[in-house]
């Protein structure tokens, strides 16, 4: 399998304009659909959604030895907070009825884009965009931030997502 490269300015450049769209799905819709996209060396990328939010990992490492991406990047929408219930409550009560973070009132939102390419050195690209969603009174707000660039270098699903490039190395199963 031969490594196709991507400069880190076409990888900059596509995520830019991949978060630009998920930002505008979130103002027309008010949520963003999870979505990955495979950018091949030459020819139409693929976009798969995931519209129940589920990733299903063998479905996107078949389309990765199809496609044989240069890049994958993926959008999607993301829910902080905190849920303070006492550990002994917690326990008595089934799983799905355990309060989840994007149903505390005080959560923060966030539309975020990761992507990971294979450099012409055959080394990895990494890039990360996200957006603060607030929400007011008036409407939500996008407000765009920076994040650590490096910080997306340590993130589990960029390291898997780099896996499935072209001379990458298959990741290891944590035990």
Do not use: C
């Amino acid at each position: 399998m031969a490594d196709i490269p991507v400069t880190a300015q076409q990888l900059e450049e596509i995520a830019t304009g991949f978060h630009g769209q998920a930002e505008k799905h979130f103002a027309a819709n008010g949520r963003v659909i999870p979505a990955l996209w495979f950018i091949p060396d030459t020819g139409p990328a693929r976009l798969v959604t995931m519209p129940n939010g589920v990733v299903d990992r063998e479905q996107t490492a078949q389309i990765a030895r199809t496609e044989q991406p240069a890049a994958i990047l993926l959008a999607g929408e993301s829910w902080l907070g905190s849920v303070t219930i006492p550990a002994e409550a917690a326990k008595q009560l089934p799983l799905g009825d355990i309060p989840r973070p994007s149903e505390q009132p005080e959560r923060r939102e966030v539309i975020s884009t990761f992507g990971v390419g294979r450099r012409p050195d055959g080394g990895l690209l990494h890039v990360a965009r996200a957006t603060l969603v607030l929400r007011t009174v008036f409407g939500a707000q996008l407000v765009p931030f920076g994040l650590d660039p490096d910080a997306e270098r340590e993130d589990d699903y960029a390291a898997s997502l780099a896996s499935l490039l072209p001379g990458g190395k298959k990741q290891r199963r944590r035990r």
